[in-house]
């Protein structure tokens, strides 16, 4: 029997790899302790990995990044690789594969055991494995053009995990940049809700070699002047791009109750769409792009903006990105209520950086780990809000300490932005499982 009660979509299973954490736990605990996973590199590290010597004179290079520990391990026989083949494949597939597993087994399926109908929807980054590895083989590539370039397209990501888990749902490679993992999540709710799948896989990983460099600061710019990201503050300059992978395992509500499963929480709404040509450049964001987007996923959900308590949002720290962001918000939020303070904001861009096609999905499990603890974590590293952005007369202010995900008697509701450069954006409406708390396995 079905009741809106039971309509949205279940996240039953979460797996990652964050800068300073080895999985979701980690991940969590790091984010509820204010944790900013940095990584400050030597001069010695720098020039070790081949960085120029001059480079480290000039006072915009940036010697700080986040990184992911042990990219080079994996465990190749449990997949069925020899050592060789393995070499050869691009870390971002290697990694996203163990998470898949993790994910499913996080859920309490076997994939070898089970015979669900479930998709894969996923996206990855371009593989400098490939550019600053094993293109300066050129014997290598001659003898293995095949496999390498299998190995290292981003396109056979998802079929790479349909393959290697016998998953024979619908498998797709996502690519929208920065949006590229939420944007998946969506397409896996749609192939969920139209019954191309009973289960679904959905996420994104972002991995670039090597990964102990630092980079050249360029003012108005993206990323930051000193490796930190300040979202929404006053000094706030951008912010670099990290490495990171997540996945989450999705069913249809009503079957994951049904089925006994650990619900982390429900997705009601999604939504997508591209900004178009009206904007200041191809790389800019849009207010009507992210008010048409935003707004979607919320009557999709059938919810009003006074019910939704926090937002995770895209926050890139940016002095044009921060106010447009919240310009969005407020004119989605304005349009059905006049109070004041009411929603909490964060971005998980303080803690781990920006982990572009990972970066969406980061923010995703952020927000459904903080409706299962019924806690907001802190967004780091504001002080001042930017002059742009009059945050005393919105919705909305920024959580800076661990907080109590208070409620008014509705269930506890958020929303996760995520805005690709290009212009595609993605938004997702949360609520937390049926009757306030997790059912089932967990």
């Known amino acids: 029997m079905m009741n809106n009660e039971l309509k949205g979509i279940a996240i039953v299973g979460t797996a990652g790899r964050f800068p300073g954490a080895i999985n979701v736990a980690q991940f969590w605990q790091n984010l ?17 990995q081949g960085v120029d010597a001059t480079s480290l004179q000039d006072p915009n290079y940036v010697k700080a990044g986040f990184v992911l520990e042990d990219i080079e391990m994996f465990d190749a026989s449990f997949f069925g690789y020899s050592p060789r083949e393995a070499e050869i494949i691009d870390p971002q597939q290697r990694i996203f594969l163990e998470c898949a597993w993790e994910a ?7 994939p070898k055991a089970d015979n669900n109908l479930t998709g894969v929807y996923a996206g990855a980054n371009l593989s400098t494995y490939l550019l600053n590895n094993l293109a300066s083989h050129p014997e290598l590539l001659k003898s293995l053009r095949m496999q390498i370039a299998l190995g290292n397209d981003k ?11 016998n998953l024979k749902g619908p498998s797709l490679s996502v690519g929208t940049t920065c949006s590229t993992s939420l944007v998946a999540v969506h397409l896996a709710c749609r192939g969920l809700l139209s ?24 003012p108005g710019g993206i990323a930051s002047a000193d490796g930190h990201t300040r979202v929404f503050d006053a000094k706030a300059t951008g912010g670099p791009f990290g490495r990171g992978a997540g996945v989450v395992v999705l069913k249809r509500l009503e079957d994951a109750v049904a089925d006994g499963d650990y619900i982390y929480g429900v997705i009601k709404g999604s939504a997508i769409n591209n900004d178009g040509a009206v904007k200041v450049s191809y790389t ?11 707004a979607q996923a919320q009557a ?10 926090y937002i995770e949002t895209h926050g890139t720290g940016t002095a044009l990105g921060d106010p447009i962001e ?10 059905q209520t006049s109070k004041k303070g009411f929603c909490a904001i964060g971005s998980v861009k303080p803690n781990v950086s920006h982990l572009n096609t990972a970066a969406g999905v980061t923010g995703l499990i952020k927000t459904v780990l903080a409706l299962k603890h019924q806690q907001i974590p802190p967004s780091l590293y504001f002080e001042e809000p930017n002059p742009e952005i009059d945050f005393a007369n919105s919705p909305f202010y920024v959580n800076t300490q661990l907080s109590a995900w208070q409620t008014n008697g509705t269930p506890r509701r958020a929303g996760v932005s995520s805005f690709g450069l290009g212009g595609t954006n993605a938004h997702v409406v949360l609520e937390e499982a049926p009757g306030g708390g997790q059912r089932g396995r967990g």
């Open 104 to 110: 499913l087994e996080n859920a309490g399926y076997d």
């Open 284 to 294: 800019a964001p849009s207010v009507a792009g992210q008010v048409e987007v935003i």
């Open 32 to 48: 509820c302790d204010g944790v900013e996973s940095i990584s400050l590199f030597s001069d010695e590290d720098l020039i070790a």
């Open 155 to 165: 396109d056979t990501l998802s079929t790479r995990i349909s393959y290697k888990l």
């Open 300 to 309: 999709i959900a059938g919810f009003e903006p006074d019910t939704i308590t």
């Open 326 to 335: 919240i310009r969005a918000l407020e004119k989605v939020f304005r349009a």
């Open 195 to 218: 019954y191309q799948c009973d289960m679904a896989l959905a996420g994104g990983i972002a991995i670039q070699t090597p990964q102990i460099e630092g980079y050249f600061y360029q």
